[in-house]
C-alpha cells in the first residue's frame, strides 16, 4: 500500500507548521466509500527510556473483524515533541508501516485526533491526505474543543466544538467507562464516523481495530526493552 501524496519528513517545526497550512486545503469531510469490506486500525508507542518506537498497522475483515494481516515497524523518532505537531515525529514509522500492508483497507482508524486539532490536521487526518483513504480518529483524550458529558450508556455521545465549529463527538463506547474522542480524518464524516466506531466495539472502551495495534505495539515494546 503506497501513499499517493508525500512530502518531506526532514522539516523543522517551523516547516511543519507551513506544511499543515498547505495540506489543510486537501482535506475533505464528505464519505469517500460505499461498502466497507476490509478496515484497518495504527497505533503506535513509544520508549520512555530513548527515542524507538514500535509502530502497528493491523487489517480486518469487515464487519467480522477478523485479522488478515499485521504489519509492524521498529525505528528511532527524529522530530522532537511539540503538541500539534505529532504526526511530523510518528508519520515515518507509520508510513513505512502502512507501505508494507497488501491487502488495503477501505477506511483506516487511528489512535489519534482527525479535525480534533488546532491546525484541524491530527494524525489521522494527515494521514489520510497521505495515503488517500477514508480516515477516522479515535483518541483516548481530548486536544482542544468543549463539550457537554455524554449520557453513560453505551452509544451515547455529544458534541465537541471549538469557537463554535463541531470538530467531533466525546462517545460513550461503553457503560460507565470514560468516553473516547471521535473525529472524521478525511474522505468521510462525523455521523459516519461515530457509526463505525460503535461497530468494530467488541466490549471493550477501544475500537477492535485500534485496540489490537495497540496491543501489538505494547507487546513490541516490551520485547525489545526485555531482551
Not at 483513504?133 to 465537541?160: F, N, V
Not at 466495539?201 to 526485555?226: C, D, F, M, W
Request: hydrophobic share 40%.
Amino acid at each position: 500500500m503506497k501513499p499517493v501524496f508525500s512530502h518531506s519528513w526532514d522539516l523543522s517545526p517551523q516547516e511543519a507548521i507551513k506544511l499543515q497550512e498547505e495540506l489543510k486545503e486537501k482535506i475533505i469531510l464528505k464519505k469517500g466509500f460505499s461498502k466497507i469490506k476490509r478496515i484497518a486500525g495504527a497505533d503506535i508507542s513509544f520508549s520512555k527510556k530513548s527515542n524507538r518506537a514500535y509502530a502497528a498497522v493491523i487489517v480486518f475483515s469487515f464487519p467480522e473483524l477478523e485479522i488478515l494481516e499485521e504489519e509492524y515497524t521498529i525505528g528511532n523518532l527524529s522530530f522532537p515533541y511539540i503538541p500539534g505537531l505529532l504526526t511530523f515525529r510518528e508519520g515515518p514509522l507509520l508510513i513505512e508501516t502502512f507501505k508494507k500492508i497488501k491487502i488495503e483497507p477501505d477506511v483506516i482508524i487511528f489512535d489519534g485526533q482527525g479535525i480534533a486539532h488546532p491546525k484541524r490536521l491530527g494524525l489521522a487526518t494527515h494521514m489520510g491526505i497521505l495515503l488517500d483513504k477514508p480516515t477516522i480518529g479515535c483518541a483516548k483524550s481530548k486536544l482542544i474543543g468543549t463539550y457537554q458529558e455524554p449520557e453513560r450508556e453505551k452509544g451515547s455521545y455529544s458534541l465537541l466544538k471549538d469557537d463554535g465549529e463541531i470538530i467531533g463527538a466525546v462517545l460513550r463506547t461503553k457503560e460507565d467507562v470514560s468516553p473516547v474522542f471521535v473525529s472524521p480524518g478525511h474522505k468521510i464524516d462525523l455521523k459516519s464516523s461515530i457509526e463505525i466506531v460503535l461497530e468494530c466495539l467488541r466490549g471493550y472502551r477501544l475500537p477492535e481495530p485500534t485496540r489490537q495495534a495497540h496491543l501489538l505495539v505494547n507487546k513490541l515494546r516490551i520485547k525489545e526493552l526485555s531482551s
